[in-house]
């Protein structure tokens, strides 16, 4: 099985990951905020009489971009290794800052049932708001840019003085190149290149597949909604 290393592989994991996220959270905002406007609460199926029936859009989306979600930060993970806009770093904040916003907007035009949605708001931007910080206290650099180019190559980055959330050991973000000495060129190899300073390039690489496959997953999820409208 060949190694999914070559800088063809990372431009697709990023622009995978990102495509199939932003699908896969728009489908489930635009369930949740149905959901919300029919009163909170909706069911499909079973054995008893249903008094609000969940819309097929919502039921024939919103297991699958659950699990979609899932799926697309693996792939960025384990496809992109680092290259572009990390997912892993952003999946969090993006679900639940978003869908805090969809409650409290639900919240605003619900009348007075709008308390509950507004709690849940503010519950829900505190949970993906502090990651959020968190990530971008650690390394602002790679939370927009990524750790590596297409290349593999390391990016320099500044010492912060904190670590990832994410990393289960000593974060590599914010530590001197491993186990070489930084300062000294001669204790790099072709193996081991030293870390380089981020290009125009690499930053347009990054944030470019995030803007236009993010953007295109979210178009796709509302022409679903929109052809879900249609027919309804």
Known sequence: MPRLTSPLWRYLGSAASWLLFTFCFTLLAGGAIIVMGLGGFCASGGAYV???????????????????????VGIGALVAQGFGTPLISWAWPILFIGLGLCFGASGVFSGLDGIVFDLLAVMFV?????????????????FFLGTTNADGTSFITRDTGHRSIYSFTKSERNQPYPGLQAADPDAQDAAHPAPITPTFRDWASSLGILILFGGLGVYLAMQIFAAAGSHG
């Not at 249903?50 to 697309?72: E, M, N, R, W």
């Not at 505190?126 to 790679?142: F, I, K, S, T, Y």
């Open 126 to 142: 505190v949970m993906g708001g502090v990651p959020l910080w968190l990530e971008l206290r650690a390394d602002p650099q790679g």
């Open 50 to 72: 249903i008094q609000t029936q969940c819309p097929d859009v919502v039921t024939l989306t919103t297991p699958g971009s659950i699990f979609g979600g899932l799926i697309a």
